[in-house]
């Protein structure tokens, strides 16, 4: 699944690609795709809208159109956008296909049927179920270490779970949650209301910075914009990661072997030696 960079980077290719572009039809192929509308009320939201622009709202992309409305799109497991030719064969799973102005169309395909799309007046955007109880944005200001100190204290979860919870944090998925807390020395399985106030300011530098590198290393690849897919990681050979995916592998600090852990049956990732209660 697509974490926060990804998602980020994703939204900041379409805005390139399709900012002040005009959709003449939007096509809703699979309707479970947007269970809210049906695919005439989805036509018809989105005949010869423009786009201003797009966005991201947690690992939601939001596309902001002139008719005073936003499309909301979460990739889910799977889900990828690609702009094509209008004459050109599409993925074998696409789920809807906007046609554009210029003789391409934007397809999106969805391998494991989990994509999710609504479209909501943009006035009401902040109200959307999807976004209405997201934690602050990593980067913005709001996001500091006395918030994440806050909500940790309000939380007696294991410091993993939390850091997942998008309603205290937004952005981090198990890959970033497990780089942070590596980062920060601490303990996956400690409950999030033990975590000091010092702790917590050097975890919150541990989540900007793993957030960070990863916008970043990922803007290095040479990745094809034409092709959106989700996972930028896989393009660029062995991604970097100091205890994700690394059970057995030493420790880059201590040497001791990675451990693995399930938590909400998912694995977390983490050096026993290094990291403490
Ligand atoms: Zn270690």
């Known amino acids: 699944m697509p974490e926060l960079p990804e998602v980020e980077l994703i939204s900041r290719s379409l805005d390139k690609l399709i900012r002040g572009r005009k959709i003449l039809t939007g096509q809703l192929l699979r309707a479970r795709l947007a269970p809210h509308t049906t695919p005439r009320k989805f036509a018809s939201a989105l005949a010869d809208a423009t786009v201003n622009f797009v966005g991201r709202r947690g690992k939601h992309i939001l596309i902001d159109l002139d008719n005073e409305k936003t499309l909301i799109v979460h990739l889910r497991m799977s889900g990828r956008f ?12 696409t789920h809807a296909r ?10 999106f395909d969805d391998q494991r049927h989990f994509g999710l799309m609504r479209i909501v007046a943009t006035a009401k955007l902040h109200e959307a179920k ?10 913005s200001d709001e996001f500091d ?28 998925g198990n890959i970033y949650a497990s780089e942070a807390m590596f980062q920060a020395r601490l303990h996956p399985a400690m409950r999030a209301n033990k975590v000091s106030r010092p702790r917590a300011a050097l975890l919150f530098d541990s989540i900007r910075a793993v957030l960070q590198a990863a916008v970043g290393s ?9 092709n959106l897919e989700g996972n930028y990681f896989s ?10 995916d690394r059970e057995g592998s030493a420790c ?5 072997p990675i451990s693995r852990l399930k ?11 290094c990291q403490k209660r």
């Not at 999807?130 to 980067?139: I, Q, R, S, T, V």
């Not at 909400?264 to 983490?270: A, C």
Request: aromatic share 10%; charged share 30%.
């Open 145 to 172: 270490a006395a918030y994440l100190h806050a909500a940790l204290k309000s939380s007696k979860r294991s410091l993993k779970e939390f850091l997942i919870d998008q309603t205290k944090v937004t952005g981090l």
């Open 82 to 93: 690609s702009l094509l030719p209008m004459e050109e064969d599409e993925p074998k799973f």
């Open 263 to 273: 938590q909400g049956g998912r694995s977390t990732y983490f050096c026993r030696n």
């Open 130 to 139: 999807e976004l209405a109880k997201l934690a602050p944005e990593p980067f």
């Open 252 to 256: 880059v600090n201590c040497k001791t």
């Open 98 to 107: 906007f046609h554009l102005d210029g003789d391409e169309k934007l397809v």
């Open 235 to 244: 393009q660029s050979g062995d991604p970097q990661w100091f205890v994700y």
């Open 218 to 226: 990922a803007e290095l690849l040479k990745v094809d914009p034409r």
